[in-house]
């Protein structure tokens, strides 16, 4: 079992900047791909971004450029670095962790984009 803690989100004024973070614990052999996924109010949950154990990475066409996903697979822990948020950024932010034949999901992170 492998468990996922999130933290990082908040309220951001247009163009400014956040960092997420989700730490994997638990009886872990190894964690495969790591990402993060977000859901707006009324809309389906959509992938963000992803990085895989050998670090290649994939982000979606409305973030490339602004977002960075980073891991530090010694942590268990996968980092997103947000930049120049737009209010299209708000909602609710969740970390996936892929291990052998099981994923994870975490709790979900509120970010809100508002001036």
């Known amino acids: 079992q492998v468990q996922l803690v999130e933290s990082g989100g908040g309220l951001v004024q247009p163009g400014g900047s956040l960092r997420l973070s989700c730490a994997a614990s638990?009886?872990?052999?190894?964690?495969?791909?790591m990402g993060w996924y977000r859901q707006a109010p009324g809309k389906q949950r959509d992938v963000v971004a992803i990085?895989?154990?050998?670090?290649?990475?994939y982000y979606a066409a409305s973030v490339k450029g602004r977002f960075t996903i980073s891991r530090d697979n010694a942590k268990n822990t996968v980092y997103l670095h947000m930049n120049s948020l737009k209010s299209e950024d708000t909602g609710v932010y969740y970390c996936?962790?892929?291990?052998?034949?099981?994923?994870?999901w975490g709790q979900g992170t509120q970010v809100t984009v508002s001036s």
């Open positions: 996936h962790v892929v291990t052998g034949s099981y994923d994870y």
């Open positions: 638990g009886t872990i052999a190894s964690i495969n791909t």
């Open positions: 990085i895989s154990h050998a670090f290649t990475t």
